[in-house]
């Protein structure tokens, strides 16, 4: 998820670290509301297949494949 915040503030512009090494200020700020927009974002997934025969068990790994995806971008998946 950082990266992805930094690579959107460097597009606009934005510099990052002071001459410590550290965030700007405004960054630290940034930064702060970018976690925050993620953690306000839950996505339902569709209920898992109860029943795992074949196509079931597919289906159930299509869910988990994409809560993994989901989670890996910082937003919450109920």
Do not use: H
């Amino acid at each position: 998820m950082r990266e992805e915040f930094e690579a959107w503030a460097i597009s606009v512009g934005l510099t990052l670290r002071g001459e410590t090494g550290q965030y700007l200020k405004e960054i630290q700020c940034a930064w702060m509301a970018w976690q925050a927009s993620r953690a306000a974002v839950v996505v339902e997934l569709p209920k898992r297949d109860s029943e795992i025969d074949r196509d079931g068990a597919f289906y159930n790994l299509g869910v988990e494949d994409c809560r993994a995806a989901i989670e890996s971008t910082g937003i919450r998946v109920k």
